[in-house]
């Protein structure tokens, strides 16, 4: 049974940073694809950044240059480092993984930038 633990999240001010952390557990197998997806209030559900074992990365445009993306390939966790966050990346934060073709999700952790 894949799971995914996510941590971190919480209420931050404008201009703040915070720093997201997901460790996946109970699979077999080398995963490929890690990384965030976000929803806010009445919105879908969106790309953030992901990250292949090889090391490649891909960012949503609204976060380049202030989120950062990264991943530890022996003990399967992935973390987002968000910086000079604004009051529309106020969402919930899934952790995401895909693993042989099937896509799994942590349970979500808020995110609010509010002053």
């Known amino acids: 049974q894949v799971q995914l633990v996510e941590s971190g999240g919480g209420l931050v001010q404008p201009g703040g940073s915070l720093r997201l952390s997901c460790a996946a557990s109970?699979?077999?197998?080398?995963?490929?694809?890690m990384g965030w997806y976000r929803q806010a209030p009445g919105k879908q559900r969106e790309l953030v950044a992901v990250?292949?074992?090889?090391?490649?990365?891909n960012y949503a445009d609204s976060v380049k240059g202030r989120f950062s993306i990264s991943r530890d390939n022996a003990k399967n966790t992935v973390s987002l480092d968000m910086n000079s966050l604004k009051p529309e990346d106020t969402a919930v934060y899934y952790c995401?993984?895909?693993?042989?073709?099937?896509?799994?999700w942590g349970q979500g952790t808020q995110v609010t930038v509010s002053s």
């Open positions: 990250t292949t074992r090889a090391g490649s990365t």
């Open positions: 995401y993984i895909k693993l042989l073709l099937v896509d799994y």
């Open positions: 109970g699979s077999r197998f080398s995963i490929n694809t």
